[in-house]
């Protein structure tokens, strides 16, 4: 049931798709700015959004942590959360406020990424969300695909040989 509008609502589109907002400018006053995406089935969604925005609230330094579901399929939803902070420390600051979402993930049966792969902030949670067998048969089929170490190394688990 849509109507036609036109061009003019592509053409605006077109024209704004890559404005990221304020995040340009508060980063350049030092401000930390970042987006940690991780993926919840609908029990446990809203416990999970709220345990993420009071465990990244209570990071020191934080002054804003928002979230939204996207992705969504019939068991559950990528959950989206962006944070901002102007801490003292910003590596300290980055650190503690993906750790906090990292665990409070965890906690509430969600997993620690949807789409944007591990990486080395979510590595060291690998063994928590997969346990140890989980971590192992992944490094044994990451090796047996990729047996000269060339891929990506060490982003999805820290010790891949």
Not at 108 to 118: A, K, V, Y
Request: hydrophobic share 40%; glycine share 10%; net charge negative.
């Amino acid at each position: 049931g849509g109507e036609p509008r036109g061009e003019n609502p592509v053409n605006i589109w077109l024209e704004k798709r890559f404005d990221v907002g304020l995040g340009p400018v508060v980063m350049q006053q030092g401000a930390v700015v970042d987006t940690i995406e991780v993926v919840s089935l609908f029990k446990d969604a809203a416990n999970l959004y709220e345990d993420m925005i009071a465990s990244m609230n209570a990071v020191h330094g934080a002054v804003m942590v928002s979230g939204h579901f996207s992705h969504f399929y019939p068991e559950g939803a990528c959950l989206y959360m962006t944070f901002a902070g102007f801490p003292k420390d910003p590596f300290r600051y980055y650190k503690d406020t993906w750790t906090a979402a990292m665990q409070a993930t965890l906690r509430n049966n969600g997993s620690i990424s949807h789409h944007h792969g591990i990486g080395y902030w979510r590595r060291q949670f690998m063994q928590q969300e997969l346990g140890a067998t989980g971590v192992e048969l992944l490094r044994k089929i990451k090796f047996a695909l990729d047996q000269n170490g060339i891929l990506n190394r060490g982003k999805l688990v820290e010790d891949e040989r």
